[in-house]
């Protein structure tokens, strides 16, 4: 079992920053594909970005591409999310997701899930 616990989410101007945080505990973390997900309002949770064990790649939606960074400390069990020139439809529930993957080579799904972080970008 792995545990996630995110921080970071507040409340930020359109074309501010906020960087996520995800602290995980239990086994071999450092193995895992890990990333971040979100959900808006009425909408389904949907894929934001993902990064493979090593660092050495990343992969995001299109629609936060050149916008978020996902990057990850293996040394101390943590996953970030530098979210840039923030948009009010990027106004959603953050979560953060291990052991990541893609069964139907489209569709990211992941297998343990933090309890989510509120990000509202509004003035």
């Known amino acids: 079992q792995v545990q996630l616990v995110e921080s970071g989410g507040g409340l930020v101007q359109p074309g501010g920053s906020l960087r996520l945080s995800c602290a995980a505990s239990?086994?071999?973390?450092?193995?895992?594909?890990v990333g971040w997900f979100r959900q808006a309002p009425g909408k389904e949770r949907e894929f934001v970005a993902a990064?493979?064990?090593?660092?050495?790649?990343?992969m995001y939606a299109d629609s936060v591409k050149g916008r978020f960074t996902v990057s990850r400390d293996n040394a101390k069990n943590t996953v970030y999310l530098q979210m840039n020139s923030l948009k009010p439809e990027d106004t959603a529930v953050y979560y953060c997701a291990a052991n990541m993957r893609r069964p139907d080579g489209t569709t990211w799904v992941g297998e343990f899930w933090g309890q989510g972080t509120q990000v509202t970008v509004s003035s």
């Open positions: 239990g086994r071999a973390f450092s193995n895992y594909r």
């Open positions: 990064i493979i064990w090593s660092a050495a790649s990343t």
